[in-house]
């Protein structure tokens, strides 16, 4: 089993470029997770899916959107990136049982200039 | 809502010293308490948790934390580190109920010299 998968692993898009980040289980749990990490300010969260066909806000969501494609996969996209996007970006998983293991994707490294 | 603070953003110590890691943590609900781990260039992996019942909680590779109620404290502590042990440490709340999505600690960074 893979774990969690993230693509790509890094990317360099110009200021106002979009993309999409993708995120895929096998582990066939609920919810999924976007997270950014910054220098020193750990991670924070964008948007979270509790289960297929729901998602929700984090702490940090403006310029993001997200798609629960299906159980598996939860995709981040930039729609118009700027650099204040810089970041290191981690997808997570746990079943959506209490109590919570989160597993984490790889990550990805983005660069907005 | 809840927050967490870790006071040292590094530690350095040598190998086979004793560490702690010290987390504070505030919340106005029952919350989980964790520490996870980042090696360079990885993502997260969970060392520990506590969730309820005995205060002191072991981890993986020789890790403990002791949760102090009274404190709102969640410190992690190595009786003797490795060079392996280098890498960055987060603490992480999260709620016992609603979205479950875990709130970190800045982090800290662990630097175990030779």
């Known amino acids: 089993n893979a774990g969690v998968t993230q693509t790509p692993k890094f990317q360099v898009l110009k200021t106002g470029q979009s993309m999409t980040l993708q995120c895929a289980q096998d582990?066939?749990?609920?919810?999924m997770y976007w997270y950014r990490q910054d220098p020193g300010m750990g991670l924070r969260l964008i948007y979270y899916?509790?289960?297929?066909?729901?998602?929700d806000k984090g702490e940090v969501p403006n310029g993001y959107n997200v798609s629960r494609l299906n159980k598996r996969e939860f995709s981040l996209r930039l729609e118009s990136a700027a650099p204040s996007q810089t970041s290191v970006y981690f997808c997570?998983?746990?079943?959506?049982?209490?109590?919570?293991?989160?597993?984490f994707g790889p990550g990805t490294r983005l660069l907005v200039l | 809502a809840q927050s967490v603070t870790q006071l040292d953003s590094q530690v350095p110590v040598f190998e086979e010293a004793p560490v702690e890691l010290r987390c504070n943590y505030s919340?106005?609900?029952?919350?989980?308490l964790f520490w996870y781990v980042q090696y360079p260039n990885q993502g997260l992996q969970l060392l520990l948790k506590?969730?309820?019942?005995?205060?002191l909680v072991k981890g993986i590779n020789g890790f403990e934390a002791e949760f102090n109620k009274s404190q709102t404290s969640f410190h992690l502590r190595k009786p003797s580190v490795h060079i392996s042990d280098t890498a960055e440490y987060f603490c992480?709340?999260?709620?016992?109920?609603?979205?479950?999505?875990?709130?970190f600690g800045s982090g800290t960074r662990l630097q175990v010299q030779p």
């Open positions: 997570a998983t746990t079943r959506g049982q209490v109590p919570e293991t989160q597993y």
């Open positions: 582990m066939n749990h609920n919810s």
């Open positions: 899916s509790a289960s297929e066909g729901t998602t």
């Open positions: 919340s106005s609900v029952s919350v989980y």
């Open positions: 506590y969730l309820s019942g005995s205060t």
């Open positions: 992480a709340v999260s709620e016992a109920t609603g979205r479950r999505a875990l709130t």
